[in-house]
């Protein structure tokens, strides 16, 4: 069990880990491959001990190599469909990166809720 995180305030998160699918999708178009992603979700839950209260899935993310740093029209169709939708979905965050020119990345975090309009949140580094 994972215990050195230290609390949040309510309405925080912290990233801790993610997943990097590096055999679909190109430069130019995203593809999420669920099944790659669902495995190592359960490798993630098994390092944290399943504590879903402490560790869960909060969303997902790409980068934007050639487009800005921002969701595109598709991702924000593809996440408000993903919390409207059947599964039982509250919420989802959408974080979308950039290299920076010599160093450094650009982002930008959308929040999805079920039947609401997106929001962009605030990203902080620690």
């Known amino acids: 069990m994972v215990s050195?995180?230290?609390k949040l305030t309510a309405g925080y998160f912290r990233i801790v880990d993610f997943s990097i699918d590096q055999t679909s999708g190109d430069r130019a178009h995203f593809v999420?491959?669920?099944e790659y992603h669902r495995r190592?979700?359960?490798?993630?839950?098994?390092?944290?001990?399943?504590?879903?209260?402490?560790?869960n899935y909060l969303g997902e993310w790409h980068s934007h190599p050639v487009f800005p740093a921002r969701?595109?029209?598709t991702?924000?169709?593809s996440m408000q469909e993903l919390v409207d939708?059947?599964?039982?979905?509250?919420?989802?965050v959408l974080l979308v990166v950039k290299l920076r020119f010599l160093f450094?990345?650009?982002a930008s975090t959308s929040f999805y809720?079920?039947?609401s309009t997106p929001e962009q949140v605030k990203l902080t580094a620690d």
């Not at 190592?40 to 560790?55: A, M």
């Open 32 to 34: 999420r491959d669920a």
């Open 85 to 92: 939708g059947e599964r039982g979905i509250d919420f989802a």
């Open 4 to 6: 050195s995180w230290g």
């Open 113 to 115: 809720r079920r039947d």
């Open 71 to 73: 969701a595109s029209l």
């Open 104 to 106: 450094g990345l650009i």
């Open 40 to 55: 190592t979700l359960e490798q993630f839950f098994d390092r944290t001990g399943h504590d879903y209260r402490t560790f």
């Open 75 to 77: 991702d924000t169709f």
